[in-house]
């Protein structure tokens, strides 16, 4: 059976073939159990100029008419069968009665389909078969074939169709080894599912590779072997084991290999490819299994590439049965076929290795990292094609930039795979500006049209008799301040867009009068100088195009990436580290020395001058509640990360269970909530630059100290999920108050209190009855004196001049408040355990309820308030008593206020 259908199915022609290819797809996806001869009819229907097609038409059949028919017939066949059992009788027997007919009859060496035809309307069998389907098949004639059919199907594609190849084709049915969808696996399917590396490399369509020269050197000596010549490469995503591999492509086309590899191609596997349509049992490996004898008979020698190899591990297989890898394994062992594979260390581990027989046939060769230096060597290597294709200027710069800065703000990615999208990008918006519109004249043209829209309602409105005539006079002035706005901006883009275009046109004739001179450089410089200056006098701090692409471009795309602004990265990450002390200051009140050591060691690290591999720094901010711990997070978040966003608050008195630890890195797997994430991990991974507030850190389990352990020590932690977390970027702050009473007795007057360093020493007894030494030594302790007075005077202060803020904001009133205000606060407020929470407290209570009191009095009664000031009355009575509240126009008024209890 299998010699004879392996025979007939290699009669037919191509066209044929693929239509009985398409049937059997087609039949599995109606879900029929065997492929019938209306199966077969429909598909060659669909066939564009066929021989069924000629019949038809001269035969007076209305096409549409049949198709209808063989639809009808197809859906009174069986349906709803998980898998296919095999071709029908009546499809091996009109393949076996056209051969019949096409070899005796007709004396040609291929099936047709008009042969098919006439030999299933011959076969009395067949015949009723076809009548069934559709009545329409009576009008084809059938007996005289050379002078009836033959000159129908005249010109038609099949008079070209070569006998297909049974060589791949496999005897067993469909629904277990069948090739009838995967078509031939010899021949011209490796073409198919392979890569040709070396003739791209020749033909210069990759990329040059640079700094990989080692690992190339490897592959060639492991290929060389005599047994175990498969290199395995294994590293992290991003590294550039792929770019190895064309490395080794262009040594080969350049004949930089030894004389036993000069003549072998190197060909790419594409396992994607092998996988797409291969849908029924055993397919996929009669795929692969042709492609490796293909590559073994090859009269020119050749080695397989496999990226991402792993993938081949289970591919194919179903119950009972092995997988692709297993057909490696003789091919290899053999050493009929060299092989070089790619994947992940993390994918090796998991499908791989746990393979000792496909594992000992190949060499495992470690692709790392690269340095930063050699990754500039290889993103620079890259220059002249990213500038070639994007039509832009590129500073060596901008390739600097692109590895520090993506190495520095961007550690989930490798180097150097990061730079290139990094740079890639930068070249995109380069080319971008320099043709389209801006970002800025979009965004002001939108907000035209939306003005012009609502002014549009207004007016709608305003004729059906509703008064809006305010609205529309505020919206039509509104209108002309943005046609100004746009007039403004599109002029600005104009000049620059004309100002960089003649910087491109000099820089142009720059290089070709250099070139025609051979020196190397031409006399243009200082015009060049000139309208570079022009331009970015033109830009100032807003520019719309961008003439080349430098270090601010690059530093513009990590800020859109990781959410960091960009001044932070550049050239105002300096003057905003050196004035930190006096950032901080203006937030976090007579905590002077506190704030003095943070920033010390914060400036260290921004200087380069600390420990790459831990975190810019750990600080126990240790005191009494409310004295600035928290705000000094906050104000630290806000000057050297771009904002509040960037911080991230983990209250540790959730995590006062020894279980409670999975909750920061993630659960382990088997546990409830695997694959979730933790609380800690999952925030620094997607927000890697940024500060980090453990708050309360004192009640928390001790075994939550020691996982912060290699945290501090290592800057990276791994999660549950076995990623490796990167706090190499964050600030870290630990709040306590572990020995606030005795901060409190040391500092009780202020004359006597004690310096930083002496306080510190004094304190750190306290601490070690709460912390393990091990924990503590691997900080810095930062103690947070209570509030004297006079702080308390300038937090009062501090928030009075929010309120000021927001109420002009939101409402437009100017309010206004006295000396006597502060103090009087000052003095009715007792800061014990909750610290300047309380003097918030009262703002809260007793200010804040009645200026809104105030505002929504004038509201009811029509009237706008221009002014509120808020003075003291007399300091010796009760609140209720004490403040006034006078509001303009509104004549002088008290407002009584609840005493304070």
């Known amino acids: 059976m299998s010699i004879s259908r392996r025979a007939l199915f290699g009669k037919l022609g191509i066209t044929l073939f693929r239509s009985i290819e398409s049937a059997t797809a087609f039949c599995k996806l109606r879900g029929n159990p065997f492929v019938e001869l209306a199966h077969w009819l429909h598909q060659m229907l669909q066939l564009p100029d066929s021989d069924l097609h000629r019949i038809v038409r001269h035969a007076g059949i209305d096409r549409d008419a049949l198709e209808r028919d063989i639809t009808r017939a197809l859906n009174t066949l069986p349906a709803g069968a998980s898998s296919m059992c095999d071709f029908s009788y009546h499809v091996e027997l009109v393949i076996e009665q056209a051969w019949v007919l096409t070899s005796l009859e007709m004396r040609e060496r291929r099936i047709r389909g008009a042969w098919l035809i006439a030999a299933a309307l011959n076969t009395q069998e067949l015949r009723r078969v076809l009548l069934f389907i559709s009545p329409a098949f009576s009008r084809i004639p059938h007996n005289d074939l050379a002078n009836t059919l033959l000159p129908w199907v005249e010109g038609s594609p099949e008079d070209s169709d070569a006998p297909h190849d049974n060589s791949g084709f496999s005897s067993a049915v469909p629904g277990e080894e069948s090739q009838a969808v995967a078509g031939p696996v010899c021949g011209g399917s490796f073409e198919q599912y392979c890569q040709d590396l070396t003739a791209r490399a020749r033909a210069g369509e990759i990329d040059p590779v640079v700094g990989r020269e080692l690992e190339i050197r490897t592959i060639i000596d492991v290929l060389l072997r005599r047994r175990q010549n498969n290199p395995l490469l294994t590293g992290e995503a991003g590294v550039g084991k792929t770019a190895v591999v064309e490395g080794l492509a262009l040594a080969i086309s350049e004949g930089q290999v030894p004389p036993q590899l000069a003549d072998i191609r190197l060909m790419a596997l594409d396992v994607g490819a092998l996988l797409a349509g291969a849908s029924m049992k055993g397919e996929f490996e009669a795929r692969l299994k042709g492609v490796l004898e293909s590559a073994a008979k090859s009269p020119v020698p050749i080695v397989l590439f496999v990226d991402e190899i792993h993938t081949l591990v289970g591919a194919g297989g179903q119950a009972g049965t092995g997988d692709a890898a297993n057909l490696l394994k003789p091919a290899l062992a053999r050493g009929t076929v060299r092989t070089i594979g790619a994947t992940t260390w993390a994918e090796y581990k998991r499908h791989i290795e746990k393979d000792p027989a496909l594992t000992r046939r190949f060499q495992v060769l470690q692709v790392p990292e690269p340095e930063e230096t050699k990754a500039i060597e290889m993103v620079r290597a890259l220059a002249g094609t990213f500038a070639s294709h994007h039509r832009v200027i590129l500073r060596d710069e901008a390739i600097r930039a692109a590895v520090e800065l993506s190495h520095r703000y961007i550690p989930s990615r490798q180097l ?227 904002g509040e966003q960037s911080l991230i608050t983990i209250n540790m008195s959730e995590y006062q269970e020894a279980h409670t630890v999975s909750g920061l890195k993630g659960a382990p797997p088997g546990y409830v909530g695997y694959g979730e994430g933790g609380v800690l991990t999952e925030a620094v991974r997607r927000r890697p630059y940024s500060v980090v507030l453990l708050d309360e850190i004192e009640k928390a389990h001790r075994d939550v100290y020691e996982l912060f352990f290699q945290i501090f020590d290592k800057g990276y932690m791994e999660d549950g999920d076995g990623r490796f977390i990167d706090f190499r970027n964050t600030t870290i702050l630990l709040t306590s108050n572990a020995g606030s009473e005795f901060v409190t007795a040391l500092c009780a007057d202020e004359a006597l209190s004690p310096d930083m360093d002496t306080l510190r020493a004094a304190l750190a007894p306290e601490l070690l009855k709460t912390f393990p030494a091990a924990f503590l030594g691997r900080m810095a302790v930062v103690p947070y004196r209570p509030l004297a007075s006079a702080t308390l005077a300038g937090i009062v202060r501090l928030h009075l001049d929010r309120v000021v803020r927001r109420i002009a904001d939101t409402q437009e009133i100017a309010l206004t408040y006295s000396e006597r205000v502060v103090d009087y606060v000052v003095g009715r407020c007792l800061v014990g355990e909750t610290g300047a929470r309380v003097l918030t407290g009262f703002i809260e209570q007793h200010i804040l309820p009645r200026l809104s009191g105030l505002w929504l009095d004038a509201l009811a009664a029509k009237h706008t308030l221009m002014s509120i000031a808020v003075d003291v009355h007399d300091s010796t009575l009760a609140p209720a008593q004490a403040l006034a509240f006078v509001a303009q126009p509104e004549v002088p008024s008290y407002v009584p206020i609840e005493p304070l209890h």
């Not at 600005?492 to 720059?510: E, H, P």
């Open 416 to 642: 150097p795979d990061k730079a290139i999208s990094l740079l890639d990008t930068a070249c995109a918006r380069v080319s971008l500006s320099q043709h389209t519109a801006p970002r800025e004249l979009q965004d002001v043209r939108q907000r035209l049209a939306a003005a012009r829209v609502e002014l549009d309602m207004l007016e709608r409105e305003s004729r059906i008799g509703l008064d809006v005539t305010s609205a529309i006079t505020a919206t039509r002035a509104r209108i002309d301040d943005l046609a100004i706005e746009e007039h403004a901006v599109e002029t600005n883009w104009n000049v620059q867009a004309a100002a960089s275009k003649a910087l491109g046109a000099a820089r142009g004739t720059a290089i070709s009068e250099a070139r025609q001179d051979g020196s190397g450089h031409s006399g243009g410089h200082a015009r060049l100088h000139e309208l570079e200056k022009t331009l970015r006098e033109l830009q100032g701090e807003t520019p719309l195009v961008f003439p080349e692409v430098d270090e601010a471009i690059v530093a513009a795309i990590v800020s859109d990436w990781t959410g960091i602004p960009t001044g932070r990265m550049v050239k105002d990450e300096i003057a905003a580290v050196r004035s930190l002390p006096a950032t901080l200051a203006e937030r976090v009140i007579g905590q002077t020395d506190a704030l003095a050591q943070i920033c010390e060691r914060v400036q260290t690290a921004r200087a380069g001058l600390a420990d790459p591999k831990k975190p810019l720094g750990v600080f126990l901010l240790a005191g009494p509640s409310g004295v600035g711990k928290t705000e000094t997070a906050l104000a630290l978040a806000e000057a050297l990360y771009g």
